[in-house]
């Protein structure tokens, strides 16, 4: 039986503080600002041929700082990023990905969603998952696990995830010129 909901987690109550800093901006710099970032973000496409060209590797590991800031229920950070740039790695997983989207589609999601995704043309074939330079797996935590080797209740762990993938996406646009952009650097969110 799971002991984690009954016994007081015992986590460390002495925690560092850190310090809060906020700029302050007029309200027509905040117009500017937010107009500025909406058509920023509204630029970003689920693209699914992507360009073989390399970014520098510290871009990636910065994006993955920055989905790190997330919040998360109980400050638990329930996530895992995993880069792979192995040739033979993307490819394996490209193999896991293909023959679990294929039973996906024909068999676990049915005739409505299979129905309703025809007007995106997709399937699932994801040749780009060997192209990419980089693969970002990102992993959520259902629970982690204390120093004594209990269990750590993860409160929230999806939608704590789900706000990482967020603010990661968010990232990638504003940290990938627009050139890169073109040049077929891009985003796909997949759940498989
Ligand atoms: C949770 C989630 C799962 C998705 N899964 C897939 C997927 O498995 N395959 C795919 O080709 N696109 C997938 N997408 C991309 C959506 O199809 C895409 O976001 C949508 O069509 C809107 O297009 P846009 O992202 O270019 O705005 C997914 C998006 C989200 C948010």
Redesign the pocket.
């Known amino acids: 039986m799971d002991e984690v909901d009954e016994e007081w987690q015992g986590l460390d109550e002495n925690v560092a503080h850190i310090p809060f800093f906020a700029e302050r901006y007029s309200e027509a710099e905040m117009i500017k600002r937010s107009q500025m970032f909406y058509e920023l973000l509204n630029k970003?496409?689920?693209?699914?041929f992507l360009s073989d060209e390399m970014v520098p590797r510290e871009v990636i590991d910065n994006v993955i700082r920055t989905a790190g800031t997330s919040p998360s229920g109980a400050h638990t950070e329930p996530w895992t990023f995993v880069v792979v740039q192995d040739q033979y790695l993307k490819h394996k997983i490209r193999e896991i990905v293909e023959e679990e989207?294929e039973i996906n589609y024909k068999k676990r999601m049915g005739d409505r969603w299979v129905n309703d995704?025809k007007r995106?043309r997709?399937n699932w074939i994801?040749e780009y998952l060997d192209t990419a330079p980089y693969l970002i797996l990102i992993f959520k935590q259902v629970y982690g696990r204390l120093p004594n080797g209990k269990k750590k209740t993860h409160y929230y762990n999806e939608i704590s995830v789900?706000i990482a993938c967020g603010i990661l996406l968010a990232a990638l646009m504003f940290d990938i010129s627009q050139l890169d952009f073109l040049r077929g650097f891009s985003v796909?969110?997949?759940?498989?």
């Open positions: 970003r496409r689920s693209v699914r989207e995704l995106l997709t994801k789900s796909l969110s997949s759940t498989c």
